[in-house]
């Protein structure tokens, strides 16, 4: 006890805290044959079909769930990891910054002994353990670290990561400059033309080792390779309302409609499907055919005929007994498209 006392008085991050260890260099060299058996084996899967031609499962909130931190109220039940090795390919993320703060390593007794930087929080970093954030700390860098590292292991997947930030563009980049293997694997759409050439094939996404995008809520961060997920997508509003009975599907930005054309270019069009409150009796209700008939009824005729690319739920792998789940949904959006 009066040795964590001491690590967090220090200003030591205590053990739940510290960086993994450092993986050899070698571990995040993508070899360019193995490039283009990953980009064959994306073919057979994709055919010739665009990056914007393609549906994705995502997760709201993916952070706050029950393996990675001690949330009181959470929005999925499994790790981010375990997310990923079970189909998801859009993450949700809060990002926050928490000050060190050496009252609350002392009220904790060394349990919340953690360094300033990003970290995931639902709210203020330090007001409510649990509720607002979760014991051990999610950092920022940690979290992406994960996804890096289900990347290099995944050679043939496509991750897409959606901030709410409330960063600055700096802190952003000091936590995403301390990712390894990161460089390697962001993909650009600014650097990459797309507006003007459209989105790129699976396969071309795959051949060249770019299989990661980050969008943000913050319009000022595309240096870091974070695109404004305003200038690059379409969006429902985000909620389906306390009783989950609010199934219209109007945009998120009242001046950016969901059927916006624009000449050689077609934005994503992410897809959310939550109630205010997430629970799971409440996904289990939303998850299945209400989901299914959503997209087919409401938000495909407003976006103008055209499928989500994300769609978005709490509880990804809860449903109703229709025999519908989010994932089988989305595998039948890739089936007919």
Same mark, same amino acid.
């Given at each position: ?215 943000? !809520? ?10 404004? !997920? ?108």
């Amino acid at each position: 006890m009066v040795l964590l006392l001491l690590v967090g008085l220090l200003g030591i991050p205590a053990l739940a805290g510290a960086a993994p260890p450092l993986a050899p260099a070698h571990a995040f060299a993508v070899a360019s044959d193995a490039n283009s058996t990953a980009a064959a084996a994306a073919r057979a899967r994709w055919g010739d079909r665009r990056l914007d031609e393609v549906s994705f499962l995502g997760t709201h909130n993916a952070f706050t769930n029950y393996e990675d931190s001690r949330w009181s109220s959470v929005s999925q039940s499994e790790s981010l990891r375990h997310q990923l090795d079970n189909g998801v390919r859009g993450l949700s993320l809060d990002t926050h910054w928490y000050e060190r703060s050496t009252w609350l390593c002392v009220i904790s007794f060394g349990s919340d002994c953690y360094p300033s930087d990003v970290y995931l929080c639902h709210g203020d970093c330090k007001t409510f353990a649990g509720a607002t954030y979760a014991l051990p700390r999610q950092s920022f860098q940690g979290s992406m670290q994960t996804v890096v590292d289900f990347l290099v292991a995944n050679p043939q997947e496509v991750v897409t990561i959606f901030l709410e930030d409330y960063v600055s563009a700096q802190q952003l980049g000091s936590s995403l400059g301390r990712v390894r293997g990161l460089d390697q694997l962001l993909f650009r759409p600014d650097a990459w033309n797309v507006r003007q050439q459209g989105w790129p094939r699976m396969t071309d996404l795959v051949g060249s080792g770019k299989r990661l995008m980050i969008f943000s !809520d913050a319009p000022d961060r595309e240096q870091l390779g974070v695109m404004y !997920d305003k200038a690059w997508t379409v969006s429902n509003f985000w909620s389906l309302g306390d009783l989950g009975n609010d199934v219209s599907c109007v945009s998120r930005w009242s001046d950016v409609p969901l059927d916006r054309q624009e000449p050689g270019f077609r934005r994503l069009f992410t897809m959310s499907h939550h109630r205010n409150v997430p629970t799971a009796i409440n996904a289990a209700l939303d998850n299945g055919s209400k989901l299914r008939d959503r997209i087919d009824r409401q938000c495909r005729p407003a976006a103008g005929g055209r499928d989500p690319n994300f769609v978005s739920v709490d509880f990804h792998r809860v449903s109703d007994s229709s025999g519908h789940t989010p994932a089988s949904i989305v595998a039948e959006l890739n089936a007919r498209n």
